[in-house]
């Protein structure tokens, strides 16, 4: 299923993404970032392309972005949980 999230305090002005399932895991696909820093958005969407959802909330969420209290890979983690939420 594909996702669109409105990122908050940060530069990137929307995230889009898809969670599949496979083999009973829900996995992450096709992150893209509009707007934001271009060259970190995409090294995170790669890295955590194919990677369980948990797996990457666990890895992202908390980072921060010079003073403020989040970040693109913040609000990418947000984002996931909300999607997860909505699922249920």
Do not use: H
């Not at 392309?49 to 693109?72: F, L, P």
């Amino acid at each position: 299923m594909t996702y669109t999230y409105t990122p908050k305090g940060v530069c990137s002005r929307q995230i889009d993404f898809e969670i599949d399932e496979q083999d009973g895991k829900q996995v992450v696909k096709n992150v893209r970032f509009t707007g934001g820093c271009s060259g970190n958005t995409q090294g995170v969407a790669r890295l955590i392309e194919g990677m369980e959802v948990n797996d990457a909330i666990g890895r992202i969420g908390g980072i921060k972005c010079g003073m403020k209290g989040t970040s693109c890979p913040d609000q990418l983690s947000v984002a996931l949980k909300e999607a997860l939420a909505n699922k249920a």
